[in-house]
């Protein structure tokens, strides 16, 4: 509207700190590069943000939610349009303990900053709501959950902060294979069409 035209250059980094980062350094150095929508993980935001910050280029997160990425300020160009972990954690921990009454929940990170910090926050509100709250972690990279689903015992919940909906889809079909009748609860990353077990529910 103003006499100026804006293209829009897409690139893909999969959730990968290391290709956030190569990606990134090809962006701060195209002077045609304005600002930049992204990165969606939290920890391709701390692969970039040392980029981004020495480059001056601003950057905004739909979904990145690590509530150190702002309030460290060490990325003072970073932006987000999400509420972050400790906004989300204690809403998850509330919905939790008050709409499925669960006793003992069991909290499953992937090892990734943003689902790391997504578990501290929701085991802190789960455990001040008196629930008893087991902890395991799983790499991104783990396909066959079996092992891990055995360990799930009598939690009533099973809290995934994930990002890859595949993953736990696979997970909550392997869950329901050994006869558990635990009820998944996904974050945010989990708001996804490759996430569809009946019976789950995901915050968003």
């Known amino acids: 509207d103003h006499g100026t035209e804006f293209e829009l250059e897409e690139v893909d980094t999969q959730l990968d700190p ?13 002077d045609e590069i304005l600002a930049v929508v992204g990165p969606a993980g939290s920890q391709e935001v701390e692969a970039v943000g040392p980029l981004f910050t020495r480059a001056n280029l601003g950057f905004v997160s739909g979904s990145a939610t690590r509530t150190s990425l702002t309030e460290s300020g060490d990325f ?14 204690p809403t998850i921990g509330d919905s939790i303990a008050q709409e499925l ?10 090892q990734s900053s943003y689902s790391t ?4 926050s929701a085991t802190e509100s789960l455990e001040g709501a008196d629930i008893t709250v087991r902890r395991d972690s799983v790499s991104q990279e783990q396909s066959d959950f079996s092992a891990l689903v055995s360990r799930v015992g009598q939690a009533d919940v099973v809290f995934l902060p994930w990002q890859l909906g595949a993953k736990a889809q696979v997970f909550g079909q392997q869950l329901r294979e050994q006869g558990s009748e635990a009820v998944i609860f996904g974050s945010d990353g989990l708001f996804t069409e490759d996430f569809s077990l009946e019976g789950s529910y995901v915050s968003s």
């Open 76 to 89: 003072p160009t970073f932006y987000r349009v999400v509420p972050n972990d400790d906004a989300q954690g």
């Open 18 to 30: 290391a290709q956030a980062s190569t990606t990134g350094q090809r962006l701060v150095s195209d």
């Open 117 to 120: 910090g997504l578990a501290d």
């Open 101 to 110: 009454e669960a006793d003992e929940v069991f909290v499953i990170d992937d």
